[in-house]
C-alpha cells in the first residue's frame, strides 16, 4: 500500500534508468520512493494500532494527519510530474498507475465518508467522546474554585455584559467527521479508488507476463482492497487465485532478483486466496460458525475482519 517493497525497488531502478535523459523525472521518482518509505513505515504503524483513534489522544491524530498529508503529496506529485512523462516505459507506466490508485486505497481506508475501516479517522467509537475543541486561551474560567472555598474570586459578569464571543451558528466545533478536512475533503473515495485499480490491473495484463513481479503487486493490493474496503470477499479470493495460476502458466523468464519477489507474493496470494476461509472449503463466519458454500448467503457478516497474520502484507 503506497508502496510494496517490490514497489520501492522498481521505483529506484527506474528512477536510475531515467536519469541520464530526464532528470525531472528521476527526481520526483526518488522524491516519492523516499515518501512511501516513510509513509509505509506509518500505516503499519496504524495497522498494529488497529483502531487509529481509540484514545483520541494527539499522538494518534498525530499519526493519521501525516498519513493522509505524505498520501496527499505524493498523489500531487504523482500526477503533476510523473504520469504526463511516463511516454513508452512499460514498467514505469504500471508502476504510476499502481501507486495512484494505491494512494487512493489509503483515502478509503483513513479518511473516507462513510467510514469502511476501523482505521477510519471518521469511525464512530462507542463511549469515546469526539476530539475536544482546542482552549485557545480566550476567556476566563468563572467556575467555582472549589469545593468549601466559597465563590471564585471573579466576579460574575452579566450575560450581556461581553466574555467569550461564540462561533457564528453552523460553525461550530469541530467534529470527528472533519478533523483531517483542511489536508483533504472527506468524501467517498471508494469509487475513484475502484476505478484507478481496475485501469492498473488492465495495464499490467496488457503490458506484463503473468509471472512478473510488478504485476503480481499490482494484483496484490487490488485483492486487498477487495477485501478490506469493499468487502468483496469471494472476488479477492478469485483474483488471488487467478494471479497465483497465471504465474504458473507464464514461460517467460525472470532473473534472481525478480523470481525471489514473485515467490514472495504468491505465497501472499496463497494465503489471501484462502481468507476467510474455514476448513472443507466453508466460509468463515466469525461469531456464527462456518458456513456451508451450497447457501453462502446464510449469516455472512457484512463486514469481516482482516486475518491477523494478513494485516500488514504490503
Known amino acids: 500500500m503506497a508502496s510494496s517493497e517490490v514497489d520501492q525497488k522498481f521505483l529506484g531502478r527506474l528512477a536510475r534508468q531515467v536519469e541520464p535523459n530526464n532528470p525531472l523525472l528521476a527526481s520526483m521518482l526518488f522524491k516519492i520512493l523516499g515518501l512511501s518509505i516513510n509513509l509505509g513505515e506509518h500505516t503499519v504503524r496504524a495497522r498494529k494500532q488497529h483502531r487509529l483513534d481509540a484514545l483520541r489522544t494527539a499522538e494518534s491524530l498525530e499519526l493519521y494527519f501525516h498519513i493522509i498529508w505524505l498520501s ?18 512499460v514498467e514505469l507506466k504500471v508502476l504510476a498507475h499502481k501507486l495512484r490508485a494505491s494512494f487512493y486505497h489509503i483515502f478509503v481506508l483513513f479518511h473516507n465518508k462513510p467510514a469502511v475501516s476501523p482505521m477510519g479517522i471518521n469511525t464512530a467509537i462507542p463511549g469515546i467522546p469526539p476530539i475536544p475543541r482546542l482552549d485557545k486561551g480566550k476567556g476566563v474560567d468563572r467556575g467555582d474554585a472549589g469545593p468549601g472555598l ?5 466576579p460574575r459578569m452579566h450575560p450581556m455584559e461581553g466574555g467569550p464571543v461564540g462561533p457564528p451558528p453552523g460553525f461550530g466545533p469541530p467534529t470527528v467527521e472533519d478533523a483531517g478536512a483542511f489536508l483533504l475533503p472527506s468524501v467517498d473515495y471508494i469509487p475513484t479508488a475502484h476505478e484507478y485499480f481496475k485501469q492498473a490491473v488492465a495495464l499490467a495484463d496488457s503490458l506484463l507476463w503473468g509471472s512478473h513481479s510488478l504485476r503480481l503487486s499490482v494484483k496484490t493490493e487490488y485483492a486487498a482492497f477487495l477485501y478490506e474496503c469493499l468487502h468483496d470477499q469471494e472476488g479477492s479470493r478469485m483474483l488471488a487465485k487467478d494471479a497465483v495460476r497465471e504465474v504458473y502458466e507464464a514461460t517467460e523468464g525472470m532473473d534472481d532478483d525478480m523470481f525471489h519477489d514473485a515467490c514472495d507474493l504468491v505465497t501472499v496470494l496463497g494465503k489471501m486466496a484462502k481468507r476467510g476461509l474455514g476448513t472443507n472449503n466453508t466460509l468463515q ?23 491477523p497474520d494478513m494485516n500488514n502484507f504490503i
Open 150 to 154: 466559597g465563590l471564585s474570586s471573579v
Open 285 to 307: 463466519n466469525e461469531g456464527s460458525g462456518p458456513i456451508s458454500q451450497a447457501n453462502p448467503n446464510v449469516g455472512i457478516a457484512p463486514a469481516a475482519a482482516p486475518a
Open 72 to 89: 496527499r503529496e505524493g498523489l500531487i506529485m504523482l500526477e503533476q510530474y510523473v504520469l504526463p512523462m511516463v511516454g513508452d516505459h
